[in-house]
């Protein structure tokens, strides 16, 4: 169980933070409007002198990885409902890394999130 | 929304949750195959990598994941976010659903409920505006 806690945790918080790098790495980049083949590749070279996407992707293929071997021992039925506490950890990263507003309602959907994985993880047959 | 943009987006939804979920079970009916892993050296490490990655279901799960990934992107390409979004919430009774028929998993009451909870509470998280740090949208 530790271990299996562990590795879900690097799975949603290596994941969420990967995304959160990513998303300050693409805004850092600016909104792609032309989708011509010679500006794709304009983007990708700006992209990938961004370190915020260096790190993110780094983070998303620790969690991938977290991921495989988790499910080498765990069942997908108790894995995947507990990766949606991604919302919470996005949430929190969100309003305390990018500065985003979290409303109300979303905060009450992280509530019940939490409520649900807490009984996918108690409710162990 | 007209109706042959209607009956697209309710079509990639569709293939949305069914391919997500299957690749998760995928990645974990071959992560089983492969066993438990130690990472006790390099050469183990090394050793067990090249197992995943020989492993037919694992790429079948990626296949499943990346088509889930593109239909995703598709979609929002004429969708709107929060209209597709909240789908997501059923990939994980899917999840649930394919892991008991398919992998022959058992699932408690208490973590059925706990799936529909989930559920809900994606769905609620899912539905209220994506943009709220300003501009015309904001909440």
């Not at chain 1, 992707?57 to 894995?79: C, D, I, K």
Request: charged fraction near 10%; glycine fraction near 8%.
């Amino acid at each position: 169980m530790p271990r299996e806690i562990v590795l879900l945790f690097f799975v949603v918080c290596a994941g969420t933070m990967g995304e959160l790098c990513i998303s300050r790495g693409m805004k850092m980049v600016g909104e792609v409007r032309n989708f011509s083949p010679r500006n794709l590749l304009y983007v990708i070279l700006q992209v990938i002198r961004v370190k915020w996407i260096w790190l993110g992707f780094s983070l998303e293929a620790t969690a991938f990885f977290s991921l495989l071997w988790v499910l080498s021992f765990a069942n997908v039925s108790e894995v995947v409902p507990v990766t949606s506490m991604s919302y919470a950890v996005g949430a929190l990263g969100g309003k305390l890394f990018l500065r985003e507003r979290v409303t109300r309602e979303r905060w009450t959907g992280i509530l019940l999130v939490t409520v649900g994985v807490i009984l996918v993880l108690i409710g162990r047959s | 929304m007209k109706s042959h943009l209607r009956v697209k987006t309710y079509f990639a939804i569709l293939l949305m949750i069914i391919f997500g979920p299957l690749g998760n079970v995928m990645l974990g009916k071959g992560m089983k195959r492969v066993g438990e892993i130690s990472v006790h050296s390099p050469a183990q490490i090394f050793h067990t990598l090249v197992t995943i990655f020989s492993t037919t279901e694992i790429w079948i799960g990626i296949t499943f994941l990346i088509t889930f990934f593109l239909t995703y992107m598709l979609v929002l390409s004429w969708a709107d976010y929060t209209f597709v979004q909240p789908s997501s919430s059923v990939s994980y009774g899917m999840v649930a659903l394919l892991s008991h028929f398919l992998l022959r998993e058992a699932i408690t009451p208490l973590r059925w409920l706990g799936v529909l909870v989930i559920c809900l509470g994606v769905f609620i998280v899912s539905w209220t505006p994506p943009r709220t740090t300003g501009g015309p949208n904001a909440a």
